[in-house]
């Protein structure tokens, strides 16, 4: 585990880290934390709620929130002295145990975001601008997965798609037997993507899928890359850093970015971005908020976009310290997570006769079990409203996956007796579940199969009408048809007959991945 390094000067002169430091903060205890810590640490959680998501948001403790708020303290109570003297020297604190964490070559590779949407956003622009300014001809591809986040193929239409590039997806199995599936249809992509002389000016390559969740071979793939002339490489590996092990020396893509409030015990929200060093796009990434620090190179333009909280990006040293009171550090932690996700897994899929999505070597601490078919999901909108239902009537938090391409398969198949699995649960393991969180998971989905329940029972077309609530409806729509294009519309009016489960209209659409 990287050790935490000596405060160091800031890197901008007028901000030079002389004046007052904060105290630092307590070193980690000899003695292992025990469970009754780990139990103390968690308190905030709430304790009425199966919380089996880790996965979407993270988790922080108490002794990390209570530095971060020792910080906030010190900003609120001289904003100037913390501005001249402490922000960048923490920052910096921050980046250099990042850049050790990681096998940085150098704390100059590190800049903290966010999160890994603002990375993407970082890296894309970047490339928006290469076609504006000529230095990528229009056509030119940037190849991606099928299963790559939501935001990100957003931020790959709203910059690079827009700007000119042909973007071509990587269709991936799922299920998936093994890593050479994603291998082959990798290949394959990259096969089309280079058809008749086009280049490839950017992969983007998830390392750890969110939904459905799989470790994607990731070193193989930028490999890949590399002997197939593709420009640049980058890693959104949003669910990673305290999933599986990382290393971006040897993984060797040029970008690389993950969440720290996710996995690694950090608060919200904070992510790195490794830019490789060396070669001149390095020197052209800048962040998206632009401020004083522009062109002072990534690092310092991230370390100040205006007025916020920094703390969170400030107790990246915390949350090591925090790591290292488990027996192996984080290594120790990734694999009880792991050894615990497969376990909890299986007894869920042996209890509704289904199976994994994916073999234990392609899990982190996150697994796909397959739901009963009985529950007929057929659509993100029937497993919008039943993790809804798993919520308010049974306070389950998990994900639910809807696999289209199963069902497309089932259709397309010889063998009609075919019943593939359609619904996905993605549940997580972090170091505060316990075995009743998945047992109350698996009897909340057998009561509801014991019942006869079906998805459709929760359509709104099999709903008794209350007219006063459609009226309200009525005039929600109406105020957004105000105010968003066609095309929104139908993307955010679908989920309005959602709203009796208490469904929020903006929320929902990125529901089906959270």
């Known amino acids: 585990m990287a050790s935490i390094p000596p405060d160091e000067p800031a890197e901008n002169g007028h901000r030079n880290g002389n004046g007052p430091s904060p105290p630092p903060a307590k070193r980690a205890r000899a003695a292992p934390i025990s469970a009754a810590e780990i139990r ?40 100037d002295d913390f501005y001249f003297h402490s922000l960048q020297p923490g920052l910096r604190r921050s980046r250099a145990a990042v850049a050790a964490l990681v096998n ?55 910059y690079a798609a827009r700007a000119g590039a042909a973007v071509v997806e990587v269709p991936l199995p799922f299920p998936v037997a093994s890593p ?22 950017l992969a983007v390559i998830d390392h750890i899928t969110s939904m459905p969740s799989v470790v994607i071979p990731v070193k193989e793939l930028v490999a890949i890359c590399r002997q197939e002339g593709v420009d640049k490489v980058f890693v959104d590996a949003a669910h990673s850093i305290g999933q599986v092990p990382v290393d971006v020396s040897d993984i060797g893509a040029d970008f690389y970015t993950s969440n720290l409030h996710k996995w690694f015990f950090c608060p919200p929200a904070v992510a790195f971005l490794h830019t490789r060093k060396g070669g001149p796009v390095a020197s052209q990434l800048h962040h998206p908020v632009v401020s004083h620090e522009y062109g002072n190179g990534l690092p310092m333009e991230s370390g100040w976009i205006g007025t916020r909280d920094y703390s969170a990006q400030i107790v990246v040293p915390e949350a090591i310290n925090f790591v290292n009171r488990f027996e192996g550090g984080i290594e120790g932690i990734r694999n009880r997570n792991h050894d ?88 997580s393991h972090q170091i ?50 105000e105010d968003i294009t066609s095309s929104q519309q139908q993307s955010i009016l679908r989920y309005a007959v959602a709203d009796y489960l208490g469904v929020d209209l903006c929320h929902s659409q990125c529901s089906s991945e959270i």
């Not at 082959?184 to 280049?199: H, I, P, S």
């Not at 809804?388 to 306070?395: E, G, P, S, Y």
Request: with cysteine; proline share 4%; net charge neutral.
């Open 432 to 481: 505060y579940n316990v075995k009743e969180d998945y047992e109350r998971l698996r009897d909340a989905v057998n009561k509801l199969v014991a019942d006869g329940f079906t998805s459709s029972k929760l359509r709104p077309s099999e709903k008794p009408i209350d007219h006063n609530r459609t009226e309200r409806n009525h005039r929600r729509k109406k105020l957004w048809r």
């Open 180 to 201: 050479d599936a994603i291998v082959a249809e990798f290949r394959a992509a990259l096969a089309v993507a280079k058809a008749g002389g086009r280049r490839v000016r």
């Open 40 to 79: 103390d640490e968690f308190a905030h959680h709430d304790p009425a709620v199966a919380r089996v998501n880790n996965g979407s948001f993270g988790s922080c403790p108490a002794s990390v929130l209570q530095e971060q708020a020792r910080w906030q303290r010190l900003f609120l109570a001289q904003p």
């Open 340 to 427: 615990k996700v497969i376990e909890m897994g299986n007894m869920l899929a042996d209890a509704w006769g289904t199976s994994l999505g994916s073999p234990p070597e392609m899990c982190g601490s996150m697994v796909m079990v397959g739901m009963p078919n009985c529950l007929g999901i057929e659509s993100d909108d029937d497993a919008i409203r039943v993790r809804t239902m798993l919520r308010k009537d049974f306070r389950v938090e998990v994900p639910i996956y809807y696999n289209t391409r199963r069902l497309e398969e089932q259709e397309t198949a010889t063998d009609n007796n075919a019943d593939p699995v359609t619904g996905y649960v993605r549940i």
């Open 104 to 158: 940085a070559g150098d704390v100059s590779e590190i800049s903290l975001v966010d999160n890994a949407t603002t990375a993407a956003a970082i890296v894309l622009q970047h490339a928006a601008w290469s076609f504006a300014e000529g230095r990528f001809a229009r056509g030119d591809a940037v190849l991606m997965l099928h299963y790559a986040y939501g935001a990100v193929k957003k931020s790959i239409q709203a």
